[in-house]
C-alpha cells in the first residue's frame, strides 16, 4: 500500500520457503517490522533472510517412498482455532479435497471446536486417522475420538492410541491410494511423524 512505500525504496522480491497464505502474511508483517525498527536495512538483506527462512512443522512438505511407490505427506503443528483454520486453508489450495489426515492433539485443546473447524473446512477428507502425539504430552485418545465422531460420524474414522503403528498405518493408505497426507494437531505428533519417515518404507 502506499503507507507502506515509504518503508522501502522499492518493492521486495524473494522466494518463501515457508508455504502457506498465512506463512505470506507473515512474511509481510515481519518485513514491515524490521524495516520500522532497522530503517537503514537493506532490502537486499531482508530478501535474503526471507529466502532462507524455514520453520520445521509449519506447512512443511516431506516427500516419502514406500515399499509400493512414494507419497507427500504435509506436516503441521497447528493446534489453535486459528492456525487450524489457516492451516486447512492453505492445504485445500494446494491439494484439494479427499486426501487423507492424520490428527492427534494434547489433552488440553478444545478437541471439539478443532474438529468443527475441520469440517467446515473445503477439504473433505476421504479418511481421518486418529491418535495421541507421542508418548511425553498428555492426551486423551478417547475424548478426541468421541470428539470427531460427533462432528464426522464414524465412517471414515479409524486410530488407536498406538501412535507408531497409526503414523505408519496412515502413511501406507495414502502411498497405497495415491493421497497427500495432512498430519496436524501437535508438534509433538509433527516430531514423532518425521521420525517414522526417516525409517518408514
Do not use: M, W
Not at 99 to 118: G, N
Not at 149 to 170: K, N
Request: net charge neutral; proline share 3%.
Amino acid at each position: 500500500s502506499s503507507e507502506n512505500q515509504a518503508f522501502f525504496s522499492r518493492p521486495l522480491s524473494f522466494g518463501l520457503k515457508l508455504a502457506g497464505d498465512f506463512q505470506a502474511e507473515n512474511a509481510a508483517l515481519a518485513a514491515l517490522v524490521l524495516k520500522t525498527v532497522l530503517p537503514d536495512l537493506d532490502e537486499k538483506v531482508i530478501e535474503a533472510g526471507f529466502e532462507k527462512a524455514f520453520l520445521p512443522a509449519r506447512f512443511e512438505i516431506a516427500s516419502f517412498r514406500g515399499k509400493n511407490g512414494s507419497g507427500t505427506v504435509v506436516i503441521d503443528g497447528c493446534h489453535t482455532p486459528n492456525s487450524v483454520r489457516g492451516t486447512f486453508k492453505s492445504f485445500y489450495s494446494r491439494f484439494g479435497g479427499g486426501c487423507h489426515l492424520l490428527f492427534a492433539c494434547a489433552a488440553d485443546k478444545d478437541v471439539e471446536t478443532l474438529a468443527h473447524i475441520i469440517r467446515l473446512s473445503d477439504c473433505a477428507f476421504s479418511r481421518i486417522t486418529l491418535t495421541v502425539p507421542g508418548g511425553v504430552k498428555a492426551s486423551d485418545y478417547e475424548k478426541t475420538r468421541k470428539s470427531f465422531e460427533s462432528v464426522f460420524g464414524t465412517a471414515f474414522l479409524c486410530g488407536s492410541p498406538d501412535y507408531e503403528a497409526e503414523i505408519r498405518g496412515a502413511l501406507k493408505h495414502a502411498e497405497s491410494e495415491n493421497k497427500v497426507l495432512l498430519a496436524a494437531g501437535s508438534f509433538y505428533l509433527a516430531a514423532e511423524v518425521k521420525k517414522c519417515l526417516q525409517t518408514f518404507g
